[in-house]
Nanobody, 124 residues
Framework: QVQLVESGGGLVQAGGSLRLSCAASTRTFSSNAMGWFRQAPGKEREFVAA????????YYADSVKGRFAISRDNARNTVYLQMNSLKPEDTAVYYC?????????????????WGQGTQVTVSS
């Protein structure tokens, strides 16, 4: 069982930055690929970024490419999402998720464990 706790959300003006963290309570954190997803009101949960177990491979949604960066610290059992040049359309609840295995994926259904989410609001 993997428990995930997100933090770092908040209210920021357009063009600003936030750094989300996701702490995992498991000794097997490094055995999991990790992902970040988001869900805006009235919309489906969508892929944002993913990272392989070692951190060597990363994937990004086209909408965040060049603005967001995913990273992980396996010694701290933590994955991060650095969000720069934020836009109002980035407003959503952001979730981290864990998927046992090497390869990250963009598919929501492939992730076994989810955090409770952290709200990000970008004002115009």
């Amino acid at each position: 069982q993997v428990q995930l706790v997100e933090s770092g959300g908040g209210l920021v003006q357009a063009g600003g930055s936030l750094r989300l963290s996701c702490a995992a309570s498991t000794r097997t954190f490094s055995s999991n690929a990790m992902g970040w997803f988001r869900q805006a009101p009235g919309k489906e949960r969508e892929f944002v970024a993913a990272i392989s177990r070692s951190g060597a491979t990363t994937y990004y949604a086209d909408s965040v490419k060049g603005r967001f960066a995913i990273s992980r610290d396996n010694a701290r059992n933590t994955v991060y999402l650095q969000m720069n040049s934020l836009k109002p359309e980035d407003t959503a609840v952001y979730y981290c998720a864990a998927k046992p295995g090497v390869a990250p994926t963009t598919e929501v259904d492939r992730y076994n464990y989810w955090g409770q989410g952290t709200q990000v609001t970008v004002s115009s």
